[in-house]
């Protein structure tokens, strides 16, 4: 399935580096998000853009700091992340009004 | 209190059989489901969605009980390939998907 797109797949990076993650969505959809996942537990949403703009910050550290160009790509740029911060990092979208989300393969970060 | 509950499980079940699992939801202004299901280390993947009373796909049913707020997930004929996590995510209008734990299903021959 190509719907969303994801890269990279896996990303290993130490503490002093700056990374950018990339989402692509090909469904026509105006509603994007990050999430983080991390080994065992529930999927946390960290971001929500609606036409672009940014409508949720969900208490997310700023080395964190998503970017959204247009409705159908979305970033995460990360700085100074601390080990904790390696997770699943899973991109969705959707239309606003019906609300199904289809999620990209995500991207396996580990910060070392 | 937890927006959904759901019994993590594992439910651990031979092919063939026909399991449920149960979802209580807390928000009555939850309008729609969606049930999704997650491999071990892979994303979410849309299973099924409910807007009424219930919905039924193949060897999938979903049923609503918006008095008690509770929505069940049928799995008949099960497969090994439908061993996974599955998630009962309650939608509300202008607010983001939240994600519980889940239920782990594993199938065995």
């Known amino acids: 399935e190509t719907g969303v797109t994801q890269t990279p797949r896996h990303l290993v990076m130490g503490m002093t580096n700056k990374k950018s993650l990339k989402c692509e969505q090909h469904?026509?959809?105006?509603?994007m998000y990050w999430y983080k996942q991390s080994a065992k537990k529930p999927l946390e949403l960290m971001f929500v853009y609606n036409f672009k703009e940014q409508t949720e910050n969900n208490s997310v550290p700023s080395r964190f700091s998503p970017e959204c160009p247009n409705s159908s790509h979305l970033f995460l740029h990360l700085h100074t992340l601390q080990p904790e911060d390696s997770a699943l990092y899973l991109c969705?979208?959707?239309?606003?009004?019906?609300?199904?989300?289809?999620f990209g393969p995500g991207t396996r970060l580990t910060v070392t | 209190r937890k927006e959904v509950e759901q019994d993590p499980g594992p439910f651990n079940v031979p092919e063939g059989a026909t399991v449920a699992f149960n979802c209580t939801y807390s928000n009555s202004a939850s309008q729609s489901f969606f049930w999704y299901r997650q491999d071990c280390r892979k994303e979410p993947k849309l299973l099924m969605s409910v807007y009424s009373s219930g919905n039924e796909d193949g060897r999938f049913t979903a049923q609503l009980n918006r008095a008690s707020q509770y929505i069940s997930l049928l799995i008949r004929d099960s497969k090994l390939s439908d061993s996974a996590t599955y998630l009962c995510?309650?939608?509300?209008?202008?607010?983001?998907?939240?994600f519980g734990k889940g239920t782990t299903l594993s199938v065995s021959s």
């Open positions: 969705a979208s959707s239309h606003p009004n019906s609300y199904e989300q289809y």
């Open positions: 469904l026509g959809h105006n509603a």
């Open positions: 995510v309650p939608n509300q209008a202008g607010t983001a998907l939240i």
